[in-house]
């Protein structure tokens, strides 16, 4: 089993920076690929940026140039650095572990989530 837990949210400008951290524990081991999702009031949940044990990295086409995924293999820690943050980057973020790609329905583990405000 795999533990997931957000941290890192809060209420910032529009323009400002955020950096949220995701700490795994348990059998981290088998975990090849790692994700950032989110959920807006009123709207779907999106798959934001995944990151797997090659460094391969890819984005949502909203965030890319903006937002950075990367992972601390020594500290099982999973960050996305959010830059030049945006009103509709606002959302309820939750990190996830062992599924494919930006597709949320593969992805076996979830962390509760961290609530991003982005005001203008």
């Known amino acids: 089993q795999v533990q997931l837990v957000e941290s890192g949210g809060g209420s910032v400008q529009s323009g400002r920076s955020l950096r949220l951290s995701c700490a795994a524990s348990g059998y981290t081991a088998s975990i090849y690929c790692m994700a950032w999702f989110r959920q807006g009031p009123g709207k779907e949940r999106e798959g934001v940026a995944t990151?797997?044990?090659?460094?391969?990295?890819r984005y949502a086409d909203s965030v890319k140039g903006r937002f950075t995924i990367s992972q601390d293999n020594a500290k099982n820690t999973l960050y996305l650095q959010m830059n030049s943050l945006k009103p509709e980057d606002a959302a309820m973020y939750s990190c996830a572990a062992d599924g494919i790609d930006l597709r949320g329905s593969s992805y076996s583990h979830w962390g509760p989530g961290t609530q991003v405000t982005v005001s203008s």
């Open positions: 990151i797997d044990n090659d460094g391969n990295t």
